[in-house]
């Protein structure tokens, strides 16, 4: 008898993105490491350069199709969010973070990152303009 095992949506979006991260020349230009891990929905792709990560989770969104939700992380805190659809976005927004480590560098370059908390002051920026460096 075969395996009959059954593969979620969520292990095949995340396939396709780990596979589009491993062509992407910044992980040979940075030294990047990349990784999958997950079982049954719950998938996540990795991507770290010393202490620089990104975690990309991957959804099933039915009708609409992947959901990519990315924490941009430094040192293990958590800097940035950005949940997408699109796998361009989410790969060119985890480039951005691996080779600039800077969260107003990508809030320049990718608009969508913290959409959520549009309306709401930035944390980093008030830092940066109470203790300027």
């Known amino acids: 008898m075969g395996s009959d095992k059954h593969v979620y949506p969520e292990e095949i979006y995340a396939n ?24 049954g929905v719950h998938w996540q792709c990795t991507v770290s350069k010393d202490d620089i ?27 940035a969010v950005l949940r997408t659809n699109s796998i361009e976005e989410t790969v060119s927004s985890v480039s951005t ?3 600039f480590s800077d ?3 990508l809030y320049k370059k990718h608009p969508s990152v913290d ?19």
Do not use: M
């Open 16 to 39: 396709e993105l780990y596979e589009r991260i491993q062509k992407e020349s910044f992980v040979s230009e940075l030294n990047a490491k990349a990784a999958i891990s997950g079982i």
């Open 53 to 79: 990560i990104s975690d990309t989770y991957c959804f099933d969104e039915g009708a609409y199709g992947p959901q990519y939700l990315t924490f941009f992380k430094s040192k293990d805190e958590t800097e």
């Open 97 to 99: 973070w691996l080779h």
């Open 103 to 105: 969260v107003e560098t």
């Open 115 to 133: 959409e959520s908390k549009e309306g709401q002051p930035n944390l980093h920026q008030i830092i940066v303009r109470l203790n300027p460096k």
